[in-house]
């Protein structure tokens, strides 16, 4: 007969979270707080995890689904170990920061907003980074690159493991 219940995994999460709700409070006005607290401990909010935070705080999972979605820094999706963000503000798209996400897409495999398949990268856009006059700009963690050519992501890329 197969046992029922949760996986020791599953069990595990969920005292991390349950452990995250007590800490912050568990109220409803701390659902920001606790997602930002879960998201850094697992690296992303899956449904189920929505779902369960939702339970525990006894409100609506589309509430928290609502929430998630709204945030652009809530992600539903694993995390690269590293997260580069191609600047496509006006000045750095015309300097050339579309031939640059281009590159970065390339190079990493995926899309943005999304995860290479080694986990090792995550592409973001953002719209500007507050330095046009260096542009085209582009972040790695806490990184910057300034004036980046397409032909140079190889090698910027290369020194992140
Ligand atoms: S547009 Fe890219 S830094 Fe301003």
Redesign the pocket.
């Given at each position: 007969m197969v046992a029922q219940g949760k996986c020791t995994e599953c069990t595990q999460i969920e005292a991390a979270i349950d452990a995250i709700i007590e800490q912050k409070g568990p109220e409803p006005t701390s659902l920001i707080e606790i997602l930002h607290a879960v998201q850094q401990e697992l690296g992303f909010l899956p449904q189920s995890v929505q779902e369960y935070i939702a339970e525990k705080l006894n409100m609506p999972a589309g509430t928290v689904e609502g929430v998630v979605s709204f945030y652009t820094f809530f992600t539903t999706v694993p995390r690269g170990r590293h997260v580069i963000k191609v600047?496509q503000?006006?000045?750095?798209y015309v300097r050339g920061?579309k031939r640059v996400l281009e590159a970065v897409v390339k190079h990493c495999g995926c899309g943005v907003g999304q995860t290479s398949e080694d986990r090792r990268f995550s592409v973001d856009i953002v719209r500007?980074?507050?330095?046009?006059g260096l542009?085209?700009?582009m972040t790695v963690d806490d990184d910057i690159y300034e004036r980046v050519k397409p032909t140079k992501i190889a090698d910027i890329l290369g020194k992140y493991d």
């Open positions: 600047c503000g006006t000045a750095c920061g500007c980074l507050g330095a046009c542009s085209p700009i």
